[in-house]
């Protein structure tokens, strides 16, 4: 079955507000762990368990679509913007992709509709400019989506940055604080 149905079924939306309680998100519902920052009648969005850098998130369906469809776009373009900002806050970063693959040649790896959104930090840039002119194998080593080493999303790391996503996302969305 699908992995992101089986975390869909585990955390049920609250309608009282889209953030979840940190009860509410425990991550051991799910194997392996879940880190929820969102979860909505429409669409849930946690951290990816192998992020291309700290802070990478997820942003899917409640329901399993493969592809993105009209029927879908409306609630992910809603909260993609919020996710972002709360993003930002957390992770102290300007820069970030959002990027969705359609289907397995466009790199799918999960066929369930989801955007990823991925901080971009300053650290290895500055490197890759040298006397004014580009230094192009540091820039092919700068990790693009998909490329580079991905390592297993820490659990007490994951446990943590959702927390902290979690409240931005409150204030994000005016809510009082768990």
């Not at 992101?4 to 309680?21: K, N």
């Not at 930090?121 to 990790?143: I, V």
Request: glycine share 6%.
């Amino acid at each position: 079955s699908c992995a992101f149905c089986r975390i869909a079924d585990a955390y049920p939306a609250d309608r009282s507000s889209p953030v979840p309680t940190a009860a509410a998100a425990d991550p051991e519902k799910v194997d392996p762990q879940c880190h929820l920052i969102l979860s909505t009648p429409l669409v849930l969005a946690f951290l990816d368990i192998m992020p291309i850098s700290p802070g990478h998130i997820l942003l899917t369906t409640r329901k399993h679509y493969r592809k993105l469809t009209v029927a879908t776009s409306q609630a992910l373009g809603e909260y993609l913007p919020v996710i972002s900002r709360a993003l930002c806050k957390v992770t102290g970063i300007e820069d970030w992709n959002v990027v969705q693959n359609n289907g397995e040649r466009a790199a799918q790896v999960v066929p369930h509709v989801h955007f990823h959104l991925i901080p971009r930090y300053q650290e290895g840039r500055e490197e890759m400019r040298r006397n004014g002119r580009t230094d192009w194998g540091a820039l092919k080593s700068w990790r693009m989506f998909g490329r580079g080493s991905r390592e297993d999303l820490d659990d007490e790391e994951g446990a943590k940055l959702a927390g902290e996503m979690r409240r931005a996302l409150r204030e994000e969305l005016g809510e009082r604080k768990e």
